[in-house]
């Protein structure tokens, strides 16, 4: 069997942040970051915002949205594989003193194969603000949609798997899953990667509904289990004499039938009021879209119009110290004062802005003339699409309001489905003969379609193992070289005799009273100062803190690069420097490195993070160890330059033992 065609994995190019206190900048301007092919290290000290700038790099890509819970311990084990975005997500908003800007904004450009995106979001909520995909841009997309498309490109079968294959395997992160150690972890990976995609799909429906029927079956059975109890007790209390007549029970029965009856109905409007309030977000988010084209139109339009009015240098000077030059201040903020009019008059003569310092154009042949009534138009415009916007959130809130509203309607419908149902069950259990009653009846009945649900999930379990089977196939044809490559990168770092075993058949539960199904599992086995032979590690728990972490990791990169057969890419990882010795310092690094420079492309990417302790990480990361003359190979981005100061940096001794460590690996 040939392997599946390679998968494409974003590949990260540039970061820029705007408007965000903790990345103000060298010169108050916001961050702009590249990461050129091979290894770029984030080196700062603690509290400088490294663990904030990677958690930036992913939400980017992956925006607000969040996986089940379930998804985050094991995503093996997970029959609801979709994503929620969250009401709010305040994250990086909590991070600065409030309140956050609106222009707080962040842009990553990335590729995924040839394919070049370019998203921008905002800073307090991660909240799409545009989209752009081979200089087009899409308007349409919304978190969910861009997850598609970004999957499609991939050659990822969903959204959802392109988001945990970035999110667990692609980013080595605080957050990070232990893959390697977790079998029903390391099968989801191998069904998201390496299986026949529609035999993927196949054993993602089936778990799913295996789950669906077992969750069916044990809540029913807990319900007949009260039923039976409830028929004992009032048993029991059973009146001699015929005080309840078979009509009473059926007439009972048909109340009950009724609320049902009005049960269903509210849960079919409510789910069409929940479509119109999700279009109608859409509306809105497709509205503010539009708003933000306008504004940016009139914006150009408005300054377009000042150049052309004020065509001299003297004029535009002229016109922007007129406030300070006068009794005023100064038109932006109403300080007074003439004693910067020098200051800013300077820096415009010498051919700069006095508010950005960009370089002023030399001329003004690309500056068109544009008349008063061309920025009106603009301006009424941008008036109308604030209107629709306006119209379009007031009609948001009314729907999001009968939502709630047909929500409480049909909590109370469900409470009046089960008042009827015990009330129905009350005169049942007191009809004379106990035979011919309609809830041993009903008993019965639930007791036969519990054997029918039963037999089902066990018959969906049976589909499932033989699922398995046809994707132990797929596995069959890259384990060996998978399980080459993980051992080499092992072995790389850890200095032992390392092995990895292909099993097929750990056992997996599907449900509780149906028969375990076997799945393949790679094991490491390894030497150690006490075992002299390789010992199969079955657990984490099994091997030191930083074995753990880098076992976990060589699977990765194993797995990294099989499914992009060696091709570009970027991997994010958060250093574990602190648990590591000197010379493992080295050799994680060494490791990363290399794993940075597989391929013919020549496109790999490693984003580190790596504290300012005093430790050889940094140096080795670079290829260029403290002391060296040697021209590092790596890129060093130092966060103290660019982010907001802490406490610590303000202390001249610390600040210059930080700078010296830093100018080690950048001095030339």
């Known amino acids: 069997m040939t392997m599946r065609a390679a998968i494409q994995l974003p590949t990260l190019e540039r970061l820029r942040v705007h408007g965000y206190a903790l990345y103000p900048g060298p010169r108050q301007q916001g961050i ?78 990335f590729r995924i194969g040839t394919r070049a995106f370019v998203v921008r979001r905002a800073m307090g909520s991660m909240a799409l603000r545009e989209v752009t995909i081979d200089g087009k841009r899409r308007r349409d997309l919304t978190d969910h949609g861009l997850l598609d498309a970004m999957a499609a490109v991939a050659g990822i079968g969903s959204g959802y798997d392109f988001y945990m294959v970035v999110r667990y395997l692609q980013f080595f992160t605080e957050e990070r899953l232990p893959v390697l150690w977790s079998s029903s972890t390391q099968f989801e990976v191998f069904k998201m990667l390496f299986v026949d995609p529609s035999v993927a799909t196949e054993l993602s429906a089936l778990y799913t509904e295996v789950q669906r029927v077992d969750s069916n079956y044990r809540n029913r059975k807990n319900q007949l289990t009260l039923r039976k109890d409830a028929q004992d007790v009032l048993a029991a209390l059973r009146p001699t004499s015929d005080t309840v007549t078979p009509q009473q029970v059926a007439d009972k029965a048909a109340e009950l039938n009724t609320a049902r009856v009005a049960a269903q109905k509210a849960r079919e409007v409510l789910e069409k009021l929940a479509a119109q309030r999700d279009a109608a977000r859409h509306a809105v988010a497709t509205q503010e879209y539009a708003v933000d084209d306008y504004r940016r139109a009139l914006a150009q339009s408005d300054a ?25 201040g100064c038109f932006v903020c109403g300080t007074p004062g003439r004693k910067q009019h020098h200051a800013i008059s300077k820096t415009l003569r010498s051919g700069h802005c006095f508010v950005c310092h960009s370089k002023l154009p030399a001329g003004r042949a690309n500056v068109a003339s544009i008349k008063v009534a061309d920025v009106r138009k603009d301006e009424t415009a941008l008036a109308e699409a604030v209107a629709i916007l306006n119209a379009r959130e007031a009609t948001l809130a009314q729907r999001e309001q009968a939502v709630v509203d047909q ?49 089902k999930r066990k018959a969906l379990t049976e589909n499932y193992r033989s699922a398995v089977g046809r994707a132990q196939t797929s596995i069959e044809a890259i384990r060996e070289a998978l399980a080459e490559r993980i051992a080499a990168y092992a072995e790389r770092f850890l200095q032992e005799s390392v092995s990895v075993r292909f099993e097929r058949n750990s056992p997996f539960s599907l449900a509780t009273g149906v028969s375990k199904v076997n799945i393949p599992t790679f094991r490491v086995a390894m030497t150690s100062g006490t075992h002299a032979t390789q010992q199969v590690r079955t657990s984490e728990t099994s091997v030191s803190e930083s074995q753990k972490e880098f076992l976990d990791l060589a699977f990765r990169l194993a797995v990294l690069d099989m499914v992009t057969h060696d091709g570009a890419m970027t991997l994010v990882v958060e250093t574990p420097e602190a648990s590591l010795d000197t010379w493992f310092m080295q050799r994680a690094a060494d490791l990363m490195r290399d794993f940075a420079s597989r391929g013919s492309s020549g496109q790999r990417r490693v984003i580190a993070t790596s504290n300012l302790n005093g430790t050889s990480m940094i140096g080795h990361l670079l290829g260029r160890p403290a002391g060296s003359r040697r021209k590092p190979s790596g890129h060093l981005i130092n966060l103290m330059e660019l982010t907001a100061q802490p ?15 830093v100018g080690q690996y950048t001095d030339a």
């Open 32 to 109: 702009d970051l590249t990461f050129p092919a091979g290894v770029t290290v984030l080196a700062g000290i603690n509290g400088i915002g490294k663990t904030t700038l990677l958690q930036l790099l992913l939400r980017m890509i992956l925006g607000p949205l969040n996986p089940s819970k379930a998804a985050s311990r094991d995503p093996g084990r997970v029959s609801d594989r979709k994503l929620v975005s969250a009401s709010s997500f305040p994250y990086f908003a909590s991070r600065v003193p409030p309140p956050l800007s609106d222009e707080a904004v962040a842009t990553l450009d």
């Open 304 to 328: 377009a119009y000042i150049s052309h009015a004020l065509p001299g240098l003297e004029d535009k000077l002229q016109f922007l110290m007129q406030g300070l030059g006068s009794g005023v």
């Open 407 to 455: 929500q409480g309607r049909l909590r109370q419908v469900l409470t009046q489905v089960q008042q009827r149902s015990e009330e129905h069950l009350f005169l049942a259990a007191q009809v004379p003969d106990p035979v011919a009653s309609p809830l041993q009846d009903e008993i019965t009945r639930e007791e036969l379609e519990l054997e029918q649900l039963d037999t």
């Open 647 to 661: 406490g610590v940096l303000k202390d001249k001794t610390a600040q210059a033992l930080f700078e010296h460590e």
